[in-house]
């Protein structure tokens, strides 16, 4: 096992239908690289590191949880901020690949960056309507997220 496999840990718990689509998916919050909200009384700060698709203390953000089960090499994922920094993504991944005038990445896929690490607009929602909302952007695209 090397070291980015050490660092990334257990596989991501997700279920596929019989065409190997991943429809629903696991985030753990003991794994969930994200920003809290100030009213933690310790201010906004990152937890389980900083916010990547699979990050130095194997945090993931939410699109790193979903990259992981699309079968996304882990060398691929480590230390980048957006899917959209992955050569060729899975089929099942496209929806997030940008579309004409958008930037990096698709609508839907902006959002969820945007929620998980709580652009300036977003930082005094709730972990509440963060989860609500990243719950949200994935089930219109096909994937029942469940937060534990």
């Known amino acids: 096992m090397n070291e980015i496999e050490k660092i990334a840990g257990a596989p991501v718990k997700c279920r596929k239908d019989s065409a190997g689509k991943v429809v629903e998916l696991w985030i753990e919050r003991s794994r969930w690289a994200r920003k809290t909200?100030?009213?933690?009384?310790?201010?906004?700060?990152?937890?389980n590191g900083m916010s990547r698709l699979l990050n130095e203390e194997g945090g993931m953000c939410c699109l790193g949880f979903y990259s992981r089960a699309c079968g996304v090499p882990?060398?691929?994922?480590?230390?980048?901020?957006?899917?959209s920094q992955i050569n060729l993504l899975p089929h099942e991944m496209k929806w997030l690949e940008k579309q004409e005038n958008q930037d990096r990445i698709s609508h839907d896929g902006s959002e969820l960056i945007?929620?998980?690490?709580r652009s300036c607009k977003d930082q005094?929602?709730?972990?509440?309507?963060?989860?609500?909302?990243?719950?949200?952007?994935?089930?219109?695209?096909?994937?029942?997220?469940q937060i534990v």
């Open 37 to 47: 909200p100030p009213d933690t009384g310790r201010g906004i700060e990152s937890i």
């Open 114 to 117: 945007r929620y998980n690490d």
């Open 124 to 145: 005094m929602m709730s972990e509440q309507q963060q989860e609500c909302h990243i719950r949200k952007l994935f089930k219109k695209n096909g994937v029942t997220v």
């Open 74 to 83: 882990i060398s691929t994922m480590y230390n980048i901020c957006s899917p």
